[in-house]
């Protein structure tokens, strides 16, 4: 069974949102500041962190930071009426697999929550892009010298798309279609900080700006 970690200080929201993760047959646990949110997955495993940033004593954006830092395979959507740019870089930066904006719809979060479980879930072949670097599809990691970069989903689906299709120059829109679900309306500037994100965990510069285009996968020389 799926388990989700709720951070939501709003009873509301907390309220109608619990009731459709727990008719889809989700397993949920409730917290309303970020305290409890670290207590909560130092104790138990979770699949996914639904994490609202408004909250009291640690935001919300620090309770990302610290999972990103000790459980980096737990996926995390975030929760914000913040509706700026600059936050949702922020979130981005910090490795969010999601940002959503509030007010929101329950059904259209459990759509987004069920696009990021399939990426986890989804299987598939062994994608050799040199002797050192493999992305394992199945595994949803890629690996350098047998060592695994630790990519989120996000960053994880930049460079499969890239790197399966090497002499193919992705623009932004592309690249926004293929990592997030078709509903979804996300700024263009959020690829550049998941390419920057990218860049910072590969080993080599697989991953060459087109100047006014968008991007394309090398074999990295650097």
Do not use: W
Request: aromatic share 10%.
């Amino acid at each position: 069974m799926v388990r989700i970690l709720f951070l939501e200080d709003e009873p509301t929201i907390r309220e109608v949102t619990t009731e459709y993760f727990k008719m889809a047959g989700y397993e949920v646990t409730l917290v309303t500041d970020g305290n409890e949110a670290i207590q909560a997955v130092e104790k138990e495993m979770f699949h996914i962190a639904i994490l609202d940033i408004m909250v009291p004593k640690i935001s919300g954006m620090e309770v990302l930071e610290y999972i990103r830092k000790h459980y980096q395979d737990m996926a995390v959507i975030m929760l914000s009426a913040l509706d700026d740019e600059q936050t949702q870089v922020k979130a981005f930066n910090l490795y969010a697999d999601d940002y959503i904006i509030k007010p929101f719809s329950p059904i259209l979060l459990m759509k987004r929550i069920e696009t990021v479980l399939h990426r986890i879930k989804q299987t598939g072949k062994k994608l050799n892009c040199d002797d050192e670097l493999i992305i394992d599809e199945e595994a949803y990691q890629a690996f350098y010298k047998k060592d695994s970069l630790y990519l989120t989903v996000s960053e994880f689906l930049l460079l499969k798309t890239l790197a399966g299709e090497p002499n193919r120059v992705f623009n932004r829109e592309q690249l926004i279609e293929r990592i997030f679900h078709e509903d979804t309306f996300v700024n263009d500037r959020i690829i550049d900080a998941h390419v920057k994100n990218l860049r910072k965990k590969l080993p080599k510069n697989y991953i060459r700006t087109i100047i006014g285009v968008g991007y394309q996968f090398d074999k990295g020389d650097k």
